[in-house]
């Protein structure tokens, strides 16, 4: 017997891809088992997606007895494509705000706040349909190491609410395939990390690869530039309110690190599919 099909979006941000699925009243997908996620992301026998957005209401959320989602009405459920949780996604945020705006489920022309597990973030649309979301404050840590097989880089610790590693290399082929994650310091990243490897490509001005925890090399990753951005402004000695232009294979990001220390990250949303499934 067929399983009950249930609804689902495609959608992106800078080409990192995500399956949003509805369950306002949180009754669709449960705890959203990490089968179900996995089945959904993999990119031969499901829909395909670097993860899961899962739309529900704050007031359904089983996390909310651990005070996680308490000051916003919808909450974003990110889940990586092997079905492990995260705090944050910088590019679903965006991608979950536009869903939002487009369903009607929040005012047009007001800001969107979108609970995560690192906390609200506040999304505003620009006039040229981009999305720009405060992403907080970010926690500059000490230098750590990561591998690539023989390879290895000193690397800046960023936190932005998710772990970040953060390392300049010459190349940035030199990393190479990355079908492996990259070693790291356990001791330093007992949750995993994800790690940027980022060359300069002029004044406030660089590019970059990223190794996602739980999803592999992607196409971009809104809090991984973040990070990339700090650090190199933190190199730079650059001035807050400086903007970092940030490049990525799928796309670019705009992140600005303002004078009261929090991250205004802008880049495009877009939507590309709505059906129906019954993967996982
Ligand atoms: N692609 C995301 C980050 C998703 C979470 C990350 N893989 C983690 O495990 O922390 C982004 O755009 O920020």
Same mark, same amino acid.
């Given at each position: 017997m067929r399983s009950q099909p249930y609804p689902f979006l495609k959608g992106h941000g800078t080409q990192n891809d995500f399956v949003l699925l509805p369950d306002h009243e949180g009754q669709?997908?449960?705890?959203?088992p990490a089968g179900r996620v996995r089945a959904l992301c993999d990119r031969r026998a499901g829909l395909g997606a670097d993860g899961v957005l899962r739309v529900i209401r704050s007031s359904a959320l089983?996390?909310?007895? =651990? #005070?996680?989602?308490?000051?916003?009405?919808?909450?974003?459920d990110y889940r990586n494509a092997d079905g492990s949780v995260s705090e944050m996604c910088g590019n679903g945020v965006r991608v979950f705000a536009l869903h939002l705006l487009e369903e009607g489920l929040v005012p047009a022309g007001e800001p969107i706040r979108v609970g995560s597990r690192d906390g609200v973030k506040v999304v505003t649309v620009e006039p040229d349909g981009q999305l720009t979301v405060d992403m907080g404050t970010p926690r500059l840590l000490d230098e750590t190491t990561v591998t690539v097989g023989e390879r290895s880089w000193t690397a800046r610790h960023v936190d932005v609410g998710n772990p970040h590693a953060v390392a300049f290399v010459d190349?940035?082929?030199? =990393? #190479?395939?990355?079908?492996d994650a990259p070693g790291h310091d356990p001791a330093v990243y007992p949750a995993g990390v994800n790690v940027e490897f980022v060359v300069r490509r002029g004044p406030r001005h660089v590019a970059m690869r990223v190794h996602e925890?739980?999803?592999?090399?992607?196409?971009?990753c809104g809090t991984g530039a973040c990070a990339v951005a700090v650090a190199t402004a933190d190199l730079d000695d650059a001035p807050r309110g400086e903007t970092y232009t940030v490049d990525l294979p799928g796309g670019t990001l705009l992140v600005r690190w303002t004078d009261d220390d929090r991250m205004l990250m802008t880049g495009p949303a877009v939507l590309v599919a709505w059906g129906a499934t019954t993967l996982g």
């Open positions: 669709v997908h449960g705890s959203l089983a996390e909310r007895e =651990a #005070g996680i989602g308490v000051d916003s009405e919808w909450f974003m190349d940035l082929a030199d =990393a #190479g395939p990355l079908t925890r739980g999803s592999g090399e992607t196409r971009s």
